[in-house]
C-alpha cells in the first residue's frame, strides 16, 4: 500500500532553516508528481512546492519562493524540502502528497514551528 512518511519538522528560530524529508513506498516513486502542503492553525491546508516525474521540474506557492526548495532521490524514494530564513507565519503541519489513480495519498505530517 502506499505510504508516506515525513520527518524533520521541529522548533526553529526566525530566519532559520530545516530539511523536511518524505520517504515513500508502495508504489513507483520515480513516475508520479509529489509535493508538500501546509496547514497552519485554524486554516485551511495549502500547496507549498510540487516536482514533476520524469525532469524533475519545480514550482513553489509566492510565499515561499526564493526561499524554498524541493527536491526529490528516485533511488531514495525520497523527497524533500530545503527551508531556509523561516519565518513566524511558516508555522505549520507540513504534509507530503501525491496522486495515484485517482486518488491522494498523504503522509501524517510533521509540524514546524518558528518562534524565538
Known amino acids: 500500500q502506499v505510504q508516506l512518511v515525513e520527518s524533520g519538522g521541529g522548533l526553529v528560530q526566525p530566519g532559520g532553516s530545516l530539511r523536511l524529508s518524505c520517504a515513500a513506498s508502495?508504489?513507483?516513486?520515480?513516475?508520479?508528481?509529489m509535493a508538500w502542503y501546509r496547514q497552519g492553525s485554524g486554516k485551511e491546508r495549502e500547496w507549498v512546492a510540487g516536482i514533476t516525474n520524469g525532469h524533475g521540474i519545480t514550482n513553489y506557492a509566492d510565499s515561499v519562493k526564493g526561499r524554498f526548495s524541493i527536491s526529490r532521490d528516485n533511488a531514495k524514494n525520497t523527497v524533500s524540502l530545503q527551508m531556509i530564513s523561516l519565518k513566524p507565519e511558516d508555522t505549520a503541519a507540513y504534509y507530503c502528497?501525491?496522486?495515484?489513480?485517482?486518488?491522494?495519498?498523504w503522509g501524517q505530517g510533521t509540524q514546524v514551528t518558528v518562534s524565538s
Open positions: 502528497k501525491t496522486y495515484i489513480g485517482g486518488h491522494d495519498y
Open positions: 508502495g508504489f513507483t516513486f520515480s513516475a508520479y508528481h
